[in-house]
């Protein structure tokens, strides 16, 4: 990797970039958008804490408030579209899907499934997951989980749900794609395949490390009010 930039960032935490760009941040309820012209921002105080933001599609940022069971959806300049609160489900965490659908992870029934914002109906798609989950990240076909055995799954959008093999103990991940990753352990940053079971460290200079985002080649690195940005050499 190669570092091509740093930047101040006085904020609390760091919850991702865009395709485009775009740093999300947030202090207190104000969830921030920013990039090196506009600075965006969004507060809600209805729903509580923030407890997820989800930056994968910039035109619909996913805003998830777990202790409200509450999400909204954000469009590109940062203007509520969608405000919900669940009733029929108890929402461990959301993550976006293809076709208008949110993946989401039921504590009660302990159940993945899926939820139309088009049609507000709830499709369950597994069997009750049993394991608690550490981390869940997604893309538009699969949902992607560690559970607390350290072991990693994907289920798909028929329900079919496939072992993918076992991680390293972890304080903050981030799959690349479904067989690769980097996590944060002892504040040492690493890439590990899992498929070959083979790790590396990555070398960066940063220290006390809050929070950490890959996308597209691009690593960007948060620690204390100050974001650094690396790229893959070629």
Do not use: R
């Amino acid at each position: 990797f190669e570092k091509v930039g740093v930047k101040s960032a006085k904020y609390d935490i760091f919850w991702g970039s865009d395709i485009s760009g775009n740093n999300y941040f947030s202090t207190s309820n104000n969830l921030f958008k920013i990039n090196d012209k506009d600075t965006l921002n969004y507060t809600n105080n209805k729903y509580g804490k923030i407890s997820g933001v989800e930056t994968f599609n910039m035109l619909q940022t996913l805003v998830f408030y777990k202790s409200n069971n509450a999400f909204v959806l954000l469009d590109a300049q940062f203007n509520e579209i969608n405000a919900t609160i669940f009733s029929e489900i108890n929402c461990e965490f959301l993550k976006p899907a293809s076709q208008n659908e949110l993946w989401f992870y039921d504590s009660l029934t302990q159940q993945m499934g899926l939820y139309n914002l088009n049609t507000k109906k709830y499709k369950f798609l597994s069997n009750p997951i049993g394991k608690t989950i550490k981390h869940a990240q997604s893309d538009y076909n699969y949902l992607y989980w560690i559970d607390i055995e350290n072991g990693l799954f994907s289920i798909n959008k028929f329900g079919k749900i496939a072992s993918l093999g076992k991680v390293k103990p972890f304080e903050k991940v981030i799959f690349s794609d479904k067989s690769d990753l980097f996590y944060l352990f002892d504040d040492k940053l690493y890439y590990y395949s899992v498929e070959n079971q083979s790790e590396m460290n990555i070398a960066i200079e940063e220290k006390m490390i809050k929070n950490f985002f890959y996308k597209d080649g691009i690593l960007s690195i948060f620690t204390d009010y100050q974001i650094s940005t690396y790229k893959i050499k070629k």
